[in-house]
T-cell receptor
Framework: DAGITQSPRHKVTETGTPVTLRCHQTENHRYMYWYRQDPGHGLRLIHYSYGVKDTDKGEVSDGYSVSRSKTEDFLLTLESATSSQTSVYFC?????????FGPGTRLLVL | QKEVEQNSGPLSVPEGAIASLNCTYSDRGSQSFFWYRQYSGKSPELIMFIYSNGDKEDGRFTAQLNKASQYVSLLIRDSQPSDSATYLCAVNSVNSGYSTLTFGKGTMLLVS
């Protein structure tokens, strides 16, 4: 357990509404990541952060934004949710290059 | 586009047998290689990592790396029903000085 929590764990929302997912860590790790996991696509990197206010895009960043105002929290926002963003979202932290994952958030966009 | 390829399976092995999971990758600059296990409905958990060519053993698990062939494998000895899960191969890449992981789609292992 790398001290990672995600909230909410489950969410159902409607198309066009904004959604924010939170990742919280307790061990002061510098690097944090957001992934989505979909059948047939595996885990894909959305955004990552290498420090407070320092973020960069991953492979599938369109439609997503992130913010990191403090070391322990990394927020993922879907500005206007679409059905294609229905997925399981995982947050991860890294120690050196090894990544450890949070429990995930299941998001359903109707 | 950096790619990591795995056979999706399912790979079915009898209890007590050796399970062999394979992974190939496209980025010749990759230096770190990881195997994760993911049970249905759960998050990926790290099994082991390998940086150098050759074998690395940890209990019933052995990771094998061949950088020249761009090939990574995971052997599970004395397979148990509790090993039934999806196994994810991950390979690092460095972009703008920061390391990220690219994951394969995973191989489902069934032990019965």
């Amino acid at each position: 357990d790398a001290g990672i929590t995600q909230s909410p764990r489950h969410k159902v929302t409607e198309t066009g509404t904004p959604v924010t997912l939170r990742c919280h860590q307790t061990e002061n790790h510098r690097y944090m990541y957001w992934y989505r996991q979909d059948p047939g696509h595996g885990l894909r990197l959305i955004h990552y952060s290498y420090g407070v206010k320092d973020t960069d895009k991953g492979e599938v960043s369109d439609g997503y934004s992130v913010s990191r105002s403090k070391t322990e929290d990394f927020l993922l926002t879907l500005e206007s949710a679409t059905s294609s963003q229905t997925s399981v979202y995982f947050c991860a932290i890294s120690e050196r290059e090894t990544q450890y994952f949070g429990p995930g958030t299941r998001l359903l966009v109707l | 586009q950096k790619e990591v390829e795995q056979n999706s399976g399912p790979l079915s092995v009898p209890e007590g047998a050796i399970a062999s999971l394979n992974c190939t990758y496209s980025d010749r600059g990759s230096q770190s290689f990881f195997w994760y296990r993911q049970y249905s409905g759960k998050s990926p958990e790290l099994i082991m990592f390998i940086y150098s060519n050759g074998d690395k053993e940890d209990g019933r698990f052995t990771a094998q790396l061949n950088k020249a062939s761009q090939y990574v494998s995971l052997l599970i000895r004395d397979s148990q029903p509790s090993d039934s899960a999806t196994y994810l191969c991950a390979v690092n890449s460095v972009n703008s000085g920061y390391s990220t992981l690219t994951f394969g789609k995973g191989t489902m292992l069934l032990v019965s």
